[in-house]
């Protein structure tokens, strides 16, 4: 199945949490991306985006959650963290490109092992502008 694709959300939350198998998954508003290849492909009028992972808690623990991606240098861009998430503003540098995006789940359950997950989003202008010079 093709990318989740969203066109001008008001945010993009991406709620994460531990499948059946031990595996680290994430949902945007009820819709797994597990069924969209783990990609996410945003276009929006507006941009910068706000793309946010909450942190969640299980039966196993409560988890905090970061991530980090390259940028268009090949930076590594470590998401911010605030109230019991992680974000990142995608602009318009940053449109046009796959970005994979390493998540990292670590739980307050020392019994319990980390983590770590990538899915792949892309932001881009819609309708299909130019980049502003």
Request: aromatic share 6%; hydrophobic share 30%; with cysteine.
């Amino acid at each position: 199945m093709p990318a989740l694709q969203l066109i001008n959300p008001t945010s993009v939350t991406l709620t994460p949490s531990v499948d059946g198998s031990g595996k680290l998954t994430f949902a945007h508003q009820g819709t797994s991306l597990n069924l969209h290849e783990d990609t996410l492909h945003i276009k929006h009028e507006s941009l910068p985006i706000t793309i946010e992972l909450t942190d969640f808690s299980d039966s196993s623990g409560n988890w905090t959650v970061t991530a980090e991606h390259e940028d268009e240098h090949d930076t590594t861009q470590t998401w911010s963290r605030n109230a019991g998430t992680a974000r990142c503003f995608f602009s318009w540098s940053e449109t046009n490109q796959v970005h994979a995006v390493k998540i990292t789940a670590k739980s307050d359950n020392s019994s319990v092992s980390d983590k770590e997950e990538s899915v792949l989003i892309s932001v881009d202008p819609y309708p299909d502008q130019p980049d502003p010079v």
